[in-house]
T-cell receptor
């Protein structure tokens, strides 16, 4: 059982380039999330999808777009990368109230460097 | 806005020692969550607290939901080397939308004493 799978695991971009981070979960969860983690900053929510067909902004959505492709997949796109988007990106999924409210299942992260 | 303040920021442990850390907020939270992140991995939920005053254990870990709803504590007894990592407290944002829309503290980093 793979859980939450993210690709790529590492990526280096030049300023202005675009790229898409892919995320897939095999737990049949309804909700999916994209967080970013910067040194000493904890995790901050970028976008989330409470259920298939819906997406909403989180705390730091500027510069990103998302697509909930189907129940399993949730992608994050950087249209024009900036050095401030250098970070580790985590995809997560959850199921309402089960097994525990607030329990997110995280992927291993995608480490993005923008030069 | 809502913020979670964790202390200490970092600490060194020696095997067998007990460890304590806490998380405070100026806002009330109805749920407190403690996650652990190992190097190169995503965070994993350790303990969830849903009621003021609640004390919950998970093996050698014990967490408490403060009676004021503005703080929570995590204790690790008889630490072992695999306890190293970053511990985050988290709570749901107050405007809802999704139970996974969480605010995270900046973390307490546990390392082994040199």
């Amino acid at each position: 059982n793979a859980g939450v799978t993210q690709t790529p695991k590492f990526q280096v971009l030049k300023t202005g380039q675009s790229m898409t981070l892919q995320c897939a979960q095999d737990m049949n969860h309804n909700s999916m999330y994209w967080y970013r983690q910067d040194p000493g900053m904890g995790l901050r929510l970028i976008y989330y999808s409470a259920s298939e067909g819906t997406t909403d902004k989180g705390e730091v959505p500027n510069g990103y777009n998302v697509s909930r492709l189907n129940k399993r997949e949730f992608s994050l796109r950087l249209e024009s990368a900036a050095p401030s988007q250098t970070s580790v990106y985590f995809c997560a999924s959850s199921e309402l109230g089960r097994p525990r409210t607030g329990e997110l299942f995280f992927g291993e992260g995608s480490r993005l460097t923008v030069l | 806005g809502q913020q979670l303040n964790q202390s200490p920021q970092s600490m060194f442990i020696q095997e067998g020692e007990d460890v304590s850390m806490n998380c405070t907020s100026s806002s009330i939270f109805n749920t407190w969550l403690w996650y652990k992140q190992d190097p190169g991995e995503g965070p994993v939920l350790l303990i969830a607290l849903y009621k003021a005053g609640e004390l919950t254990s998970n093996g050698r870990l014990t967490a408490q939901f403060g009676i004021t709803r503005k703080d929570s504590f995590l204790n690790i007894s008889a630490s072992i080397p695999s306890d190293v990592g970053i511990y985050f407290c988290a709570g749901p944002r107050d405007y809802g939308g999704s139970q996974g829309n969480l605010i995270f503290g900046k973390g307490t980093k546990l390392s082994v004493k040199p």
